[in-house]
């Protein structure tokens, strides 16, 4: 990304846009009072954050008995609620989720990756949906320590085993596979990148044509696997992301704060939320809406607008595609690909 004399202005930047985390799936009910399990109060806490300032919603559903659902109809009745309840709020499906059969029939004829791929089948049909590149690990225990899971089940040795060996399966053909039909289904593929690495593998598959729409990112300081919460991190994720991308800066527990104090200084964006971070202050539990409510105000003391809902959809293009792979390139700001037979650097053209 370009920084030029003036950047740093808030005059200057984009509207803020926050994005909000509540639902907290790796969490037992028992674990945070902030927790929604009812349908009403998962729609609930959505308008919470809406009204405290957030106009992006990361969206996981539980069950009546507080168990992460796997059900496509659980999905599909969340997502029309939350259509009703917060209309102006993008509404972005996390990619992790594997749905599991409902009946008989559906075991049939579903294969291992068809339940991931489902989410492009979500009726009405979400904003986003978040997609990881590369499989990798994801151990999160390698930045967590006892403080961050006091009092919760993550305290736990049998779920800390578990979460250490945790992966993300993203191979190549499933990421094509899926982008393909994200983008048939006209919903936006949200990349969540952990370094540099995984940067430069979205930026193959669009200058191969896998992918024709707006580069709009996470980058998760999660550790593990992914980058550590390190400001040169950060500032290297920042400088290799192209000037027509929309980044937003994702970290864990206690380095969301200074990370995301950073980013709203430098014009980028924010997520918050308990899916991340249950604490504030050292060993003070903060909700996802304190969380929201702490952001704006940071936001105004440094004379940053927060994003409505119509600007946050205008800063990430949603509903926006490309006919080809030149158009992508040029409206991402990536340079173009080499013509056959051309030496030196590829610049952009001029009209």
């Known amino acids: 990304m370009q920084f030029l004399d003036d950047s740093l202005f808030p005059e200057n930047q984009q509207p803020l846009v926050i994005q909000a985390a509540p639902y907290g799936p790796e969490w037992e009910p028992a674990d945070s009072s902030d927790i929604p399990v009812s349908m009403d109060a998962q729609v609930q806490k959505a308008v919470d954050c809406y009204n405290a ?17 796997k059900r496509l109809s659980m999905f599909n009745e969340l997502l029309g609620r939350l259509r009703d ?11 992790s989720i594997s749905f599991a059969p409902e009946s008989d029939g559906d075991a049939a004829k579903w294969l291992e990756d068809d339940t991931r791929h489902m989410l492009a089948e979500l009726s009405p049909k979400p904003d986003q949906v978040t997609v990881a590149v590369n499989t990798n690990q994801m151990n999160i225990y ?11 089940s993550l305290a736990q040795p049998k779920y800390q085993r ?11 053909a499933f990421v094509e596979e899926h982008l393909r039909r ?5 919903i936006q593929p949200h990349f969540m990148l952990g370094d540099v690495g995984q940067l430069e593998s979205v930026e193959r598959l669009i200058r191969r044509g896998v992918y024709t729409g707006p580069l709009v990112l996470n980058w998760a300081a999660i550790g ?29 527990m206690r380095n969301v704060l200074p990370l995301n104090t950073m980013a709203i200084a430098m014009g980028l964006h924010v997520r918050v939320g308990i899916e991340d971070n249950l604490w504030g202050a050292k060993g003070e539990r903060m909700t996802s809406v304190q969380q929201v409510e702490q952001m704006v105000r940071i936001a105004r003391e440094l004379h940053r607008d927060v994003a409505t809902g119509k600007q946050a959809r205008q800063i990430y293009k949603i509903g926006e595609q490309y006919d080809n792979v030149d158009e992508t390139l040029a409206a991402i700001g990536f340079a173009p690909n080499r013509t056959q037979g051309a030496r030196g650097t590829t610049l952009r053209r001029v009209a």
């Open 53 to 69: 300032g957030a106009t992006l919603l990361h969206v996981h559903v539980r069950e009546a008995d507080g168990k992460g659902s």
């Open 85 to 95: 309840a917060v209309p102006d709020m993008i509404l972005q499906v996390g990619g």
């Open 142 to 152: 390698e930045l967590l320590g006892a403080d961050d899971v006091a009092g919760t």
């Open 162 to 172: 578990a979460y250490r060996e945790m992966t993300i399966p993203s191979g190549p």
């Open 182 to 186: 994200l983008q048939a289904a006209g």
């Open 224 to 252: 593990g696997g992914a980058d550590g919460p390190n400001p040169y991190n950060m500032m290297e994720f920042i400088r290799r992301t192209p000037e027509g991308a929309v980044l937003t800066i994702e970290s864990l």
